[in-house]
């Protein structure tokens, strides 16, 4: 048998970790999972799970993650939904089928996800957002299938409100409520008539300064849609840390019709943000397989830049989670830079320096 490199062999351990941790998560629950036990699990020494994750809770996160991209490769829906409240409907049944039961053997796996995220700033703030961009998201796609009804991102965040109640009282109350009514709630949001308003203009705005740089992106991938990312083409790119991902939305409003918008998601602590954005992204993808036609998804893409590539392509060299920078891109060059609040607004926008 051929010997493995050594990028082999640490992906294969990375492997076994990520099995054996699964196996103690279940079973066990975060809390009183052990380190030395998955290990043990693993057939590895304990500093061998240490050189693959920094800690239990990104190895925890981490695990979430792999099962969230199994979940998002599932074939995608053949029926999804024609309508604001169809999507809306398929996206809550495919959320309340996979609710697991209290006999389930995984049923403890996701439990502790919210407590681990509420006990710290750390990844409370990150969560906050990554959960603001799937209700963007979702809700540009919700108004591409009805353009009458205005912007309807606050009837995403409220299908995703009650969504997530309703996970969290099959966690702590098995039984309680009617999947059945959960999914006709979530059918009825778009009809409630929901306040809703995007401005012409943010609060705040950039000026975007003329450069005249090489476009050089590095290869990529598209968390959104699970493929390569198409960076050759003219567009904005959005260097966005895990504080500031809302703001993509002011990218993808602002730039004209046939401009690609790119994000590219940084932190300033990827060993522990980068498995809970992983997590965040496979589940939207998973959500808008199961429930939008590919015609509808929004004109974004979305890559996990953990090691900062795209961005130092982009001009960014240090990057952090306050990041906000975007670029506009033609014909091959930087043209357009524009940096802090409301960067992507003036960057898609056109907003130059007076």
């Given at each position: ?20 941790a699964r ?30 994750f ?13 099962a ?5 490769a ?20 495919a ?8 006999t ?53 965040e ?34 409630l ?34 493929s ?23 990218a ?9 918008v790119?994000?590219?998601?940084v932190t ?6 980068s ?12 959500h808008?397989?199961q ?8 004109r ?6 953990d ?7 982009a001009?960014?060299?240090a ?13 091959g ?9 409301g ?6 926008a ?5």
């Open positions: 048998m051929a010997r493995l490199t050594r990028a082999e062999a640490q992906e294969r351990n990375r492997a076994k970790v990520l099995e054996a196996d103690e998560f279940a079973e066990r629950g975060f809390r009183d999972a052990k380190i030395d036990v998955i290990a043990e699990r693993a057939e590895l020494t304990r500093g061998a799970v240490y050189s693959n920094p800690g239990k809770r990104a190895l925890y996160f981490a695990v979430l993650a792999a969230a991209e199994r979940t998002s599932e074939p995608r829906n053949q029926d999804p939904g024609l309508s604001a409240a169809e999507a809306l409907g398929a996206l809550a049944g959320w309340v089928a996979r609710l697991p039961l209290a389930d053997p995984g049923a403890r796996l996701g439990a502790d996800l919210m407590p681990e995220i509420l006990a710290d700033e750390l990844t409370r703030r990150p969560y906050a957002q990554l959960m603001r961009f799937e209700a963007i998201t979702l809700g540009l796609a919700l108004e591409r299938l009805a353009p009458r009804d205005g912007r309807l991102v606050r009837v995403a409220a299908a995703l409100t009650t969504l997530h109640g309703a996970s969290r009282l099959a966690a702590v109350a098995p039984g309680f409520g009617e999947p059945f009514n959960v999914v006709r709630v979530c059918e009825s949001l778009p009809g008539g929901l306040p809703d308003e995007w401005p012409s203009e943010p609060p705040i705005v950039a000026r975007a300064r003329p450069v005249d740089e090489r476009w050089e992106p590095p290869p990529a991938g598209d968390s959104l849609r699970d390569a990312a198409r960076l050759d083409g003219d567009g904005v790119v959005a260097v966005l840390g895990l504080h500031r991902l809302s703001a993509a939305e002011e993808i409003r602002a730039a004209p019709e046939g401009d690609a790119t994000v590219a998601v300033g602590e990827p060993a522990e943000l498995p809970l954005t992983h997590l965040a992204l496979a589940e939207l993808r998973g808008l397989r429930a939008f036609p590919a015609s509808t998804w929004p974004v893409q979305v890559v996990r830049d090691t900062g590539a795209l961005a130092a392509a001009g960014v060299t990057v952090s989670d306050a990041t906000e920078t975007a670029v506009r891109v033609r014909g060059r930087i043209v357009l830079r524009a940096e802090g609040f960067a992507c607004h003036a960057a898609a056109g907003v130059r320096l007076p």
